[in-house]
């Protein structure tokens, strides 16, 4: 079957700091940071093309950066909306309308690999949905105004990351109901579940970090280094 990607790459990242380059533009190791997101995708056999969705106003210079990446996947490019669900749906809108499957990548995971987006992909013949998860190993507790209310049992949690992976038909229609109701969320397992679709949990990667503050940044450099 079929298969594209959509490479979220359109936050300013602000909690990032120190830059007026977004924080997926911006240089991880001598390339952008999404350029690795962009290699992993072009290195997974499933993928025949993948779209860009860029802050606006950087186009060009996202152009400009992945143009000599082009090693198989087609790349298309946008920009994206003011929130992480209308970047989607933006990509969404340049995905082919007969591809069967798309995954959805948030650029700021640039350790992604091809076998763990392999893996989000292999479930949906029996599935709407499949994400990439870790079981959590950290004890929570419920904390208000200082103070502990309770723990939280951990057994059955797990964090959540990207690459998700869906049957492009069902992320559809999961993103037309939450354009309609004003709907965003932090992931596309949400709006999929949200309209009743079944999502499968794969076993996810610790080191596909995502990069929010500068500690990140640099614990992601030094991985690719290893």
């Not at 690795?36 to 106003?57: E, F, K, M, T």
């Not at 009743?196 to 991985?223: C, H, Q, Y």
Request: with cysteine; net charge negative.
């Amino acid at each position: 079957m079929s298969a594209w990607a959509v490479l979220v790459a359109a936050g300013l990242g602000l909690r990032l700091g120190n830059g007026t380059v977004p924080k997926a533009l911006r240089m991880l190791n001598g390339v952008p940071m999404y350029i690795h997101s962009i290699r992993a995708l072009q290195a997974s056999p499933s993928i025949d093309g993948i779209v860009l969705v860029c802050p606006r106003n950087w186009m060009e210079y996202a152009v400009d950066h992945h143009v000599g990446e082009a090693n198989g996947a087609v790349v298309r490019t946008t920009f994206g909306g003011k929130t992480r669900t209308e970047s989607v749906g933006a990509g969404l809108e340049l995905v082919p309308a007969d591809v069967e499957r798309i995954v959805v990548h948030d650029a700021a995971r640039p350790l992604v690999t091809s076998e763990l987006i392999e893996r989000a992909l292999a479930p949906l013949d029996q599935a709407d949905g499949a994400i990439c998860a870790v079981p959590l190993a950290d004890t929570l507790k419920e904390v208000r105004q200082g103070c502990v209310e309770r723990t939280i049992p951990r057994e059955h949690l797990w964090r959540v990351q990207t690459p998700q992976a869906f049957r492009a038909t069902m992320l559809r229609l999961a993103h037309d109901s939450a354009g309609q109701e004003s709907v965003d969320a932090t992931d596309d397992a949400t709006l999929v579940e949200r309209v009743g679709g079944l999502v499968v949990v794969v076993e996810g990667d610790p080191n596909n970090i995502k990069i929010t503050t500068p500690a990140d940044l640099r614990l992601v450099e030094a991985l690719q280094r290893i």
